[in-house]
């Protein structure tokens, strides 16, 4: 199948022009210094990517606040004292005539014991099953809080802008605070921020429409979103439509669809493109570009997706650390289609006890490789990227870790 539609530009309604249909997925690289200041480093990534020839590179989660953090090393923005590097981050991301976006998150209840003695959330209701040990019980969160919130959320949009990022993107997936408010199963407020679907939704709305006031029209503002949380258990398929066409007629610019949480780690599956029904049937319906995220690593399975459903972008995530020249290669008709190593410690409980955990420390691993001029190594044993992550993060290094 030719590859040529990936490289047709986007045009978004307000006039922004991505160069092709391949955007590299938000990966939290852990490469920020002891004040969560980005490093060089974690740049020098992103100037890989940018060579890769990738349209946009949504940069790992930042944390609005310093407080609660969704694990060791991340990125937090919540005025302008490192603006200097900010920009050099940006401008190793848009080399090439790249974009460079920055997702902006906050992890709610999703903040390990290592880093929040205190999580809060929309309500104070634990994080069930075996990943809940890894955290604190959450306190219900304020009215103030809440704002206060929402103001650190459009205040790091307006600082990402500043500094030079091309866009920004939304947190809204994966059981993070947004995720939290808007599951009727996490959030039993009884205020304007909790009950009907209407309401959980305001959270989201007040970030968006904020960030939209201060940035402008012309600034591309995303949104990453659960498609369903599966079970059904507090934002159904149903729930989810709604967003998402309630986010459309608001004048989001790109809707990222993935899924999963702590307690089901859907989104990081081995499986291929596992979103793609999902995000075919909810693109018929609106009028924002649609990307899917998950699972895309063989060129057909990204040409499809592309050829013959509405879905206007593919992101990719894992592939892009092993191979940061994947779009190149696609457009040179060079690539070749790959797996992912399947790491092991070569023993079973040991697998099973650190779980997700080994994947996450692995891709790090390869990142923190790019940030340090080195090529990625695909490798197995899952000990190196273990004692890699002991080794820069300490006593924080094994406490559950996000995706
Ligand atoms: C090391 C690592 C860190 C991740 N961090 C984030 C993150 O900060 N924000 C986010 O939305 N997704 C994050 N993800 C999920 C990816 O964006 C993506 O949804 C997932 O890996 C599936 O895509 P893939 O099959 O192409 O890897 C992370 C994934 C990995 C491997």
Redesign the pocket.
Known sequence: MPAEKLFEPLTFKNGVIIKNRLYK????EGMADKTHRPTMELINAYKRWADGGIGISIT??VMIDRRYLGEPGNVVIEDERDLDILKDWSEAGKQNNSHIWM?INHPGKQSPKSVSKQPVAPSAIPISGSAGSAFNPPREMTLNEIQDTINRFIKTAIVAKKAGFTGVQI?G??GYLISQFLSSRDNIRHDEYGGSLEKRMQFLIDIYTGMRAALGEKFPISL?INSTDFDDKGFSFEDSIAVIKKMDELGMNHIEI?GGDYEKPE??GEGEVYFLDYAKKISSEVDTPIAV????RKKDSMIHAITHTDVSMI?????LVLNPQLPNQLKANTYQDMTLPRLTTGVKVLDKMFGGFI??SY??QQIRRLGNHKSPKVHQNAWSPLFDIAKIHGPYAFTKR??
Do not use: V
């Open positions: 997925g938000a990966m939290s790992g989660n997702q947190h997936a994966h990453k993935s989104m990081m995220i998950g699972g895309f992101g990719i995530a894992r592939a994947g996450i891709y790090e996000r995706r």
